[in-house]
């Protein structure tokens, strides 16, 4: 790796990591924690499988937004970085790097607490059609393809049968030892996981003009789909940010839902603006608890 790739990785990473914004939920104090997510809690299906595999295959007519937004949200946590901090690390930095045990302490609580991942599928088949979901669903996402998610994470998630879905940002492919290769994308893939575009090099969606969405979307998408060898139907906003025109220029290459941060949805199509939070760094479990509550009410 040549030293301008370094440092273009780096800022890639410093640029992600400060600029993703700060989520608006830590700051809402903790709200009376229980079971507000147990709304959720549906039956699952005769057959369907709890360990967060979906069967489902996308398609058919899109309800009204009334429809989907009527529905009762899903928990979807973001994480980035998962390692322990550095002297260095900033304090807004801190916001974006989850220490290892504390990763390990969350996943497990999910666990001891009864909650199944999910994945886009389901949620996609829940919010179009209400298909059941598993009880206590909650789904666990992955920005800009760190390395750590493949060495940290993956395993941790493995433990409990859970999984997850990397938003994969391409510029960072095969750039050891800060993000993954294409082979650890493909293992990801491979034990079920799933993989979603999060464009090549972070650039804001809400800029893209001329041939940002060739560069942005389109090759990077089609290089995720030859690691996969399957479409890639989920993206993820760099930042989190999005605006309605993005929407029908994502459908058109071929996705069917995209994730946000924690911004409000848009009213007249919220599967295009699907919620997550950002997981805090400094977060302990009270708080992680107290936020997946009180985010998705
Ligand atoms: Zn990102």
């Given at each position: 790796m040549t030293k301008n790739l370094v440092g273009l990785c780096l800022g890639v990473l410093y640029f992600a990591i400060s600029a993703c914004g700060s989520s608006p939920d830590l700051k809402n104090?903790?709200?009376?924690?229980?079971?507000?997510?147990?709304?959720?809690?549906a039956k699952p299906t005769g057959?369907?499988?709890?360990?967060?595999?979906?069967?489902f295959v996308p398609g058919g007519k899109i309800p009204p937004p009334s429809v989907i937004l009527g529905r009762q949200q899903v928990p979807i946590l973001c994480y980035h970085q998962i390692r322990d901090w550095k002297p260095t690390d900033s304090k807004s930095a801190k916001d974006y790097i989850m220490p290892i045990a504390d990763f390990r302490a969350q996943v497990k609580m999910l666990h001891d607490s009864g909650y199944h991942t999910i994945l886009p599928d389901q949620l996609y088949a829940y919010l179009t059609t209400g298909a059941a979901l598993p009880s206590k669903p909650v789904m666990l996402t992955f920005d800009d393809n760190d390395e750590d998610q493949y060495t940290i994470a993956f395993p941790e998630l493995k433990k409990y049968g859970y999984k997850g879905v990397f938003f994969i940002m391409t510029i960072t492919l095969g750039k050891l030892p800060h993000y993954m290769s294409k082979e650890q994308v493909k293992e990801l893939y491979d034990a079920g996981n799933v993989i979603g575009s999060h464009t090549w090099?972070?650039?804001?969606?809400?800029?893209?003009?001329?041939?940002d969405w060739e560069i942005q979307i389109d090759k990077p998408t089609k290089q995720l789909e030859a690691i996969?060898?399957?479409?890639?139907r989920y993206f993820a906003y760099p930042f989190g940010l999005w605006n309605a025109q993005a929407f029908p220029e994502l459908r058109k290459r071929g996705f069917i839902a995209a994730f946000g941060l924690a911004d409000k949805r848009d009213q007249n199509d919220p599967l295009m603006c699907i919620r997550r939070i950002i997981v805090g760094g400094g977060w302990g479990l009270k708080t992680f608890s107290n936020a997946m509550h009180q985010s998705f009410k």
């Open positions: 104090g903790p709200a009376a924690g229980g079971g507000k997510a147990d709304a959720t809690a057959g369907a499988d709890t360990s967060g595999v979906s069967t090099d972070h650039h804001n969606v809400k800029k893209y003009q001329g041939k996969t060898g399957k479409p890639i």
